[in-house]
């Protein structure tokens, strides 16, 4: 990520507006390139070398400086360097303290330099150099600014730029309280990927429909969009930007989507706050693999048993939104169509999704209609005294709902999916 | 029946089920939270909650608290000092909470201890640095022989007694802030910090201790400080206990002119700093003057050339060849005295100690050598550590009795904390520090900010 110095935005009525680079942008393609160029042969160097190589080329190459530093600093993230302790170093440092400690506690020296031959002569005897800079020199020569590069993860130099504005943004939501975004129901994997994110990164979410109405040249058009709020537990008390890094790491989701646009509250140090706002058309390429098209290995999992157990029932290729009372939705983890056409949602609650399995019990208590979003609930969190008796006082959990230790079974599932057909 | 109020524990925060109507207004910052259908409050206000509803006999099921007694026995005893008894007794007189005001050396660790054998309840340690940390990991283990826990630097182990840093706390709180009774927050000037706040926000622990030899801060932090751990209960200052429980001191401040050569260079660095900050309009005592600083001198050739102008006069003045032969004086004055020099930066630490062939502890250090820095200092293997920011705070170097300050900050803090690591009492030690000042640079007024405390009130002035 980006140090806040590094980053470039201007305020404009109130609205922060990254400072983007064209990732076509010639110039900037062929300084990337360089850049990487450094890197990639630097396995073996020393960080200063390094660091010496990659500031002649951006003290060279004209464009903005600080575009140039943050690109070095993004492959500097992508370095790793060898920071095991040197022992023969440290072994060596210690004989020569224990001796400079017993030469300064003695007689006075007559002056800097008697005491400086002194220190020389003793290094001579564990063959250390002994020239007038040099063992000054060794003395420290495993500071980080001396440690070798191991190795570094290239990229090609349009993903560099892609990468850069990417960072942008997370350098900005850093400075975040909440954030919202906009999308379309895409029913896609990689809309349930970002609702694992969003889990995984200890958020919390209110899901509602927006319609919102568009002129094409054919006349007006209805668009069925679902806002989603995202921040913290604690964001219902303060404005705090504790859940900064986790909306920073979240919106690597964000740009997997089809179509998205998001606004967030931005308050830095000693600024009113501003608003950012940004949508799919910012032109910023996704930067994580996981994210490409593939099924997930739970998924994967769930359907062959599901398919080792009948052929009545299948998983459709993505979840989609699932309605609540009032405006809310849910976004389930498993969608599976019977081959009669009945469609049922299965969400699961894991042991750190106490919260949310109480908010979903009680919305279910209400909305007594609700006949084909089954819970699975981990046995972990069963077990809570809490959960315990609410699972034990919901009518709902006891006619839909199960338990399952790593993985649902087919065995608590199926008879569950059966009463809904029959 | 009605289903009793139920409390839980939800990453740093409480929740609440079934709260009748008429007692919501009397929670303390009890909300309900559209996105979970649920009351939730946060996680610090377990206690207030919980005391109402035992003061009002309203039932409820306590489902958030994860931690009983805990027989915690001491290995060893002290008997403690007097002033030490009366902060223990002014503690629990505040309702077993609060903040100790106490100068470095006092102690402050120990009445730590005590209070953990009083209370037998679960302990989380909070610390600002790794070294702390293992620090009062030896501590802990020395006075209760127990297994001692340690949550950051890279270990991940909870016990009933844990240490961890107030970085990883922030960070892990919302999973174990329901598993300890007591929090004690070391160095607690640092928890009102913006996020070092919720390592206290997102804890349940109903008993707090903070501990810190200076708990004001200039941001008037220290406001929010006494809401998460509760009122100062105890103050006692250096001047109090000099002499009795901490060893009697001087500060001799030694004003140093620069070399003919240095100073030319110093001059001509300054000026073209001072120009660019005129011609760029900036002024460097505005709330963001460093930040505009940092961002216009970036964006062209003359800012670059004036932000190295601005690190060459600042080197200087920090690192004069003049000063670092009154270093050398100074270590030939003090032969057979334990000696710390005290750098603002790293770069003039090991400038120091690659001249002088010394030890140099920074947070570059790795933790084996610098266990054994310590204890090398510790024992008298080593006479003299240079070092620049690490041994501020807290690590007890008790056999310390002369401080060179070659460079600093102008912050109060850090010189009544650098004051602090010589002032542990020893059978007739008299401690010296000695504060090495560049005439007619920065540093001048630096040293004039940070001489308005009462510890440096009997000071001497010498000029070369």
Redesign the interface.
Known sequence: MLTK?LIRYHIENGHIVPQFVEPTDAALLAIAEQLIAVFENSPGKPRTAVLEESKQIIDAASG???VK?GLEKLLLDRTEFDTA?NEEL?AF??K???E??RL???E??QD?AA?RRR?EEIARLESAPTGPEE???K??AD??SCQPVVAFKTLSPERLLHRYNCAQVQGLLLHCNTLTLRLADSMTAELRQLFKYLRFN?L???IQKEARLESTPTGALTENLYKI?VD???N??YK???YGMNLANFFVAVLHQQQWELTAELQLR??PSYRLRLDDSCGIKPISQQFLAYIPEDIQLFQTMLHSKTDDWRITPGSHFFPLAGDFYCFPDYALVHKSGVEVAIELFHP?H???L??RL??LAEQPSTKNLILGVSAELSK???IA??LE?SAYFSALGFTFRSVPTMGALLPILESLIH | ME?PL?I?F????L?L?HVPKALQPHLA?L?W??????Y???AYRYRQIVSHLLAHNIPY?D?ARQFTIEPFVLQKTLPPYPYQTEAIDAWHANGKRGVMSLPTGAGKTFIAVMLIADMQRPTLVHVPTIALMHQWYTVLREYFGTEVGLYGGGYHELASLTVTTYQSA?MHA?YYGNRFGLAIFDECHHLPG??YQ?AA??SIAPFRLGLTATPERTDGGETRLYSLVGECCYEAKVQELSGKTLSPYRVVTIAIEMEDTERVRYEEARCTYLDFLKKAHINMGA??GW?TF??KS??TAEG?EAFKAYLTQKQLSFASTTKQ?WV?KL??RH??DRILIFTQDNTTA?QL????????LTH?T?L??RN?FLE?FRDG????LVTSKVLNEGVDVPEANVAIIVSGSGSVREHVQRLGRILRKREGKQAVLYELISKQTGEHFVNKRRRQHHAYESSDSVSH
Request: no cysteine; charged share 20%; aromatic share 12%.
């Open positions: 110095a903005i400086m600080v530093r302790p440290i440092r210690e020569l303290f224990t400079t400690s300064l506690a003695g006075p020296f800097y005491y220190v063992l000054s020199a003395l420290y500071l980080p200890q919390l979410s209110t709020t913290g537990p604690l219902l008390f705090t930007k504790r000693n600024q750190w106490q919260a949310h109480i908010a009680n919305t809570k005294p809490m008796e609410a006082a | 289903t139920h839980a939800d990453k740093g925060t929740i089920q910052e909300r939270d559209e996105r979970t259908l649920t939730r409050a946060p099921q489902n922030v919302p913006q996020q919720y926000i997102s709330g963001r930040q940092l961002w970036s964006q670059r032969e050398w270590i030939q032969r057979g090991y100690g690659g001249r002088f062939f010394l030890p140099v570059q790795k084996k050598e054994a090398n293997t080593y006479a003299i």
